[in-house]
T-cell receptor, first 116, second 110 residues
């Protein structure tokens, strides 16, 4: 069964609104979660690393005020796309690893965001 | 050398064929490696983990060559359902960050 749950699976919103995406680790505690974005026919792009109890680490070129990340507990991280615009339409995927360095990444089922 | 580099593909093979993908990495300190498959419009799913020289799981064999810093994935007796993008994943950096290759698209034809 799924070890990482992501919600919602898809969302359509109007330009200018904010959208919150939740990512939960179900069977383990994840001090670190990762948020990716993927445009059609392109590879996964890491947006930020979410750290429980501290600020997220954003990759170069990703606006932290645009993509707000909150990791308030060991099992939940949220990504809020603020003031969404059509160019933010994409497939957003969260992932989490177990505590071992050898642990693989487990992915949520992704959120397809369409901004009209 | 790029952090992770994969065969560009795409690979088009007939059913029953054997196909192999290679992936090179730059971080010599990496200990564990992963192959994921991603179907169109879906999230990546773990296919195999590679910790030592390699491992086998049914029709799939992953091999690791630390000296040359590459890992490979071999698929025998290809099935139509093997059609997907295969992602090579290598750990590196802080926060247990994993680096993804750009992926290799495989299409198995009837």
């Amino acid at each position: 069964g799924a070890v990482v749950s992501q919600h919602p699976s898809w969302v359509i919103c109007k330009s200018g609104t904010s959208v919150k995406i939740e990512c939960r680790s179900l069977d383990f505690q994840a001090t670190t979660m990762f948020w990716y974005r993927q445009f059609p026919k392109q590879s996964l792009m890491l947006m930020a690393t979410s750290n429980e109890g501290s600020k997220a680490t954003y990759e170069q070129g990703v606006e932290k005020d645009k993509f707000l990340i909150n990791h308030a507990s060991l099992t939940l991280s949220t990504l809020t796309v603020t003031s969404a615009h059509p160019e933010d339409s994409s497939f957003y995927i969260c992932s989490a690893r177990g505590s071992s360095y050898n642990s693989p990444l487990h992915f949520g089922n992704g959120t397809r965001l369409t901004v009209t | 050398r790029k952090e992770v580099e994969q065969d560009p593909g795409p690979f088009n093979v007939p059913e029953g064929a054997t196909v192999a993908f290679n992936c090179t990495y730059s971080n010599s300190a990496s200990q564990s490696f992963f192959w994921y498959r991603q179907d169109c419009r879906k999230e990546p799913k773990l296919l195999m983990s590679v910790y030592s020289s390699g491992n086998e799981d049914g029709r799939f064999t992953a091999q690791l060559n630390r000296a040359s810093q590459y890992i490979s994935l071999l698929i025998r007796d290809s099935k139509l359902s093997d059609s997907a993008t295969y992602l090579c994943v290598v750990p590196g950096g802080s926060n247990y960050k994993l680096t993804f290759g750009k992926g290799t698209l495989l299409t198995v034809n009837p």
